[in-house]
């Protein structure tokens, strides 16, 4: 079965520095992978998707992941925090059904981004 | 517009009570779901549909049911509302599209 861990539920950067956010995925077939972020009041948006194209996969607002294979992670990255980076963050596996499986959800990350 | 609208956006009800909690979409997806968000817990699936004539069960599916009236139309109900299903309620289509949510008190 397919499943998703979340490393830290709790990450608190200052502006400028690298964000690090950490997930590993169980699955027992070829994952799709994403990473979405949720503002205060708000629901979920997609950050980024890896669908099994390139390992590296580029997002909305500066964020990046890379899928490793041998490790099953998909760690999100940015360069640079940013006040406004400031969210919760969930990873999420594709269930059962490949492409067409239900999403599964890891327990998200809160990132702080301090002055 | 927003391509999901959920309502309310903000509910305070009591035990035992029925409620239901509406979404409406835009974006002409046939698959739509309902999830639940607890803190710490992330966000479960309660029920989904692929379409007006198909709908399923997920992970948490005891005490809800849901009504497909449309493509664009998907609501859930709590029969008789109990205090642990306080939080906070997401409907989606395709997994891209979340409403803004309902956050949904039970006394």
């Known amino acids: 079965a397919q499943s998703v861990t979340q490393l830290g539920s709790h990450v608190s950067v200052s502006e400028g520095a690298l964000v690090l956010l950490r997930c590993n995925y169980s699955?027992?077939?070829?994952?799709?992978l994403f990473w979405y972020v949720q503002y205060p009041n708000q629901g979920l948006q997609l950050l980024l998707k890896y669908t099994s194209a390139a390992t590296l996969v580029k997002g909305i607002n500066g964020f990046e992941a890379e899928f490793k294979k041998s490790e099953t992670s998909f760690h999100l990255t940015k360069p640079s925090a940013h006040m406004s980076d400031a969210a919760e963050y969930f990873c999420?596996?594709?269930?059962?059904?490949?492409?067409?499986?239900?999403?599964?959800f890891g327990k998200g990350t809160k990132l702080s981004v301090k002055p | 517009d927003a391509d999901v609208t959920q309502t309310p956006r903000n509910r305070i009800t009591k035990t035992g009570k029925r409620i239901m909690l509406e979404c409406s979409q835009t974006k002409g997806h046939d698959r739509m779901y309902w999830y639940r968000q607890d803190p710490g817990l992330g966000l479960r699936l309660i029920y989904y549909s692929f379409d007006v004539k198909d709908i399923n069960k997920g992970e948490i599916s005891d005490g809800y049911s849901v009504s497909r009236q449309a493509q664009a139309k998907f609501s859930l109900s709590l029969e008789s509302a109990i205090p642990n299903q306080t939080a906070l309620y997401f409907c989606a289509t395709e997994p891209q599209h979340f409403g803004d949510g309902t956050r949904l008190s039970i006394l």
């Open positions: 699955s027992s077939v070829p994952p799709y």
């Open positions: 999420a596996v594709r269930g059962s059904g490949g492409s067409q499986g239900n999403l599964i």
